[in-house]
């Protein structure tokens, strides 16, 4: 069964900086790309960040490059997103799970980003 736990959100004020983590069991992590992924409410749930199974990324999005950053430990089946120069518009609940994900797919709780002053 597939459980994927995600941490390290906060709120943080403009131009500041979090690590995510996403600890996943139930899954072959060693093999599988997983992803960073951010919904905000009546907005679709958009990909932030890819990670191939070795764990070189291989995607982020415009409005991420540069400030945002995935790696991943294999050995302990986890996925970080390190995120600088948080900007208000990265609020959003941040979720991980593998790429691609099927509609029946678990999803974890997620972990709540706020940027405010």
């Known amino acids: 069964q597939v459980q994927l736990v995600e941490s390290g959100g906060g709120l943080v004020q403009p131009g500041g900086s979090l690590r995510l983590s996403c600890a996943a069991s139930?899954?072959?992590?060693?093999?599988?790309?997983m992803g960073w992924y951010r919904q905000t409410p009546g907005k679709q749930r958009e990909l932030v960040a890819l990670s191939r199974s070795g764990g070189i990324s291989i995607y982020y999005p415009d409005s991420v490059k540069g400030r945002f950053t995935i790696s991943r430990d294999n050995a302990k089946n986890t996925v970080y997103l390190q995120m600088n120069s948080l900007k208000p518009e990265d609020t959003a609940v941040y979720y991980c799970?593998?790429?691609?994900?099927?509609?029946?797919?678990?999803w974890g709780q997620g972990t709540q980003v706020t940027v405010s002053s």
């Open positions: 799970n593998k790429y691609p994900y099927l509609p029946d797919d678990y």
């Open positions: 139930g899954v072959i992590f060693s093999i599988t790309k």
